[in-house]
């Protein structure tokens, strides 16, 4: 299998390649030349399969240049450090309707599902090319700490995140400082989370350094994220009574689009379901482009449900590829547009492509007490969102992207007591190591200089 890149403009990589590259060359997004189809009979195949074993089935269609012993063994190594033994279980609320549990991973949200994975495809990359790698990135919360967990201890790797000091939760600033691991460096940033991006982006920018580095980002748009999600939605689907697996819709709490993209995807691999729902909170760009046709961005307001708190779905070119018939051209003519003006307004648009809906913070605290009142069931900020508007009558998977656990004061506003969970609890008794440095470039290249691999 050989992957492209949306724009077009870039020679087609084998799959590792395409993990190691991140962002093609011509600023495009790698996909699959073509999606494999999975027929009737090989879905009742993969019905008994528990997930490492489905994940296997599944992905060697995708990593062919990754011996398959290799590729068996970093699937269990990555999904052995989940915590629940069915590691993405299907709850039912009632009757057609269910939770998929996204966060018992190391790091408690659905990001650990790729980025173990990640973790375990660099190191295997780092070992059979006798390579280093150093990887940096700027986070105001989830994808830091998931990319923390997907490196610790490896080797041959280290993993420098900037984050903006005083602007995290506390528990998300421990589950990056806190992991005790040598190759782990929790940047503490006097300044704000834009101003930690400035900081990466100019050292990416700075060709000799990140070349002598080895550098790579910690980004959304990584190839083996998308495929690696692809994965807990063929795993619901088969868990769900036969007789509703075509008619069910999976909701998804969205920011980046990567999440949703996953299940989307799947779909066009032949799996017959009703379709997707994004759920957005109130920044809600993706809830107007998908009932309007326009796609603009707006200032991000902060809100209850902060891993939404997007301005730009950068996943969303990946869908845009495929909507305008997987051609390179049109997309860099759209996302130029886009570019340019801030705005791209699709001509005909067909509102039945996805459903989608939005959430205030005054819905969300509603959805979090209604969902506790109707079926005694705690659900996260994020997953909250996934609640409004359900259908009726239609079977549906809301996708729970993160433990509550993650979240103790919003949930002690609305229902009164705060969620524990013990891997968050046991980080309170481990010493915080963190490095406090300035706002500025030269102090964070020296940081990295001296303790990069
Ligand atoms: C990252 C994240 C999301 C959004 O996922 P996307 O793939 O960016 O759409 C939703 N919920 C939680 C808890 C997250 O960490």
Redesign the pocket.
Known sequence: MRYVSTRGLSPALSFSDAVATGLAPDGGLYLPETLPRFTAAELSRFAPLEYSALCFEFLRRFATDVPEAALRAMIDRSYATFSHRDIAPLVRLQEGLYVLEL?HGPTL???DFALQLLGNLYEHQCRVRGERINVLGATS???GS?AIHGLLGKPGTAIFILYPEGRTSPLQERQMACTGADNVHALAIEGTFDDAQAIVKELFGDQDFRIRHRLSAVN?INLARVLA?CVYYLYAWLRLPEGIRSEAEFV??????????AGWMLQRMGVPMHGFRVATNQNDILHRLFTTGEYRVAAVSPSL?P??D?QI?S?FERFLYYSVGQDGARVRTIMGQFKASGCYRFESWDQSTLAASRCTDAEIAGLIAHVHRTWGYVA?P??ACGFKDLVVGRPSVVLA??SPA?FPETLRTVLGFEPTHPSLERLKSRPLVKHLLPARTDAVRAFVQARAV
């Open positions: 966060f949200a659905f990001k919360g989830d994808t998931a959304s999600q998804v709490p969205t920011g980046n689009f990567g999440n949703v993209l449900a891993s939404m997007i779905a996943n996260d994020h997953t992207t993160a993650k």
